[in-house]
């Protein structure tokens, strides 16, 4: 059985990070959230979680030909395409209450920064839990 303390979790709300859902409309963060040396497993939505299709902005630990300073700011982020290879937005349609969504490897792996949009404003600014990759790797028989 896994532990929800073998994994890095970054609860996004205002304390924490900038990926809040705003309830005024603005469904997108005002900064993107720096996943360090732990790329995004998945997410969790809570029980305020309203109805929304997800989409999500990105950047790699380097990026040729992109400066910035310190932190990136969205307008910095790439949009992320599924893997058919067609140019089609990855996006995930979320229902509303608690629900636990997985980000595919292939497309998150190496993944330092990202931004979470949402469809639709949410109300009561829900804290989303981006879980990152587990703490411990190891070997299992």
């Known amino acids: 059985m896994t532990t929800l303390d073998k994994y890095q ?6 304390g924490n990070t900038n990926l809040v859902i705003d309830t005024d ?9 720096d996943c360090r040396a732990t790329p995004p497993l998945n997410f969790v ?3 305020n979680w309203l109805t929304a299709t997800v989409s999500f902005k990105v950047l790699p ?14 307008a910095q982020l790439a949009p992320v395409y599924d893997e058919t290879d067609q140019g089609i937005l990855y996006e995930i349609l979320t229902q509303s209450g608690y629900g636990y969504y997985r ?12 931004n979470i949009t ?12 981006l879980v990152l990759t587990p703490l411990w790797q190891g070997i299992h028989s």
């Not at 630990?61 to 969205?74: A, H, I, K, Q």
């Not at 497309?107 to 990202?114: C, S």
């Not at 949402?118 to 839990?129: E, L, T």
């Open 61 to 74: 630990y380097e990026l040729p030909g992109v400066v910035y300073s310190g932190s990136p700011t969205n």
């Open 9 to 14: 979790i970054a609860l996004v709300d205002t």
């Open 45 to 47: 939505t809570p029980s």
């Open 103 to 114: 980000l595919p490897p292939t497309l998150f792996n190496g993944v330092r920064y990202i």
């Open 25 to 33: 409309g603005n469904t997108t963060a005002a900064a993107p959230f």
């Open 118 to 129: 949402s469809s639709a404003a949410q109300n009561a600014n829900p804290i989303v839990s």
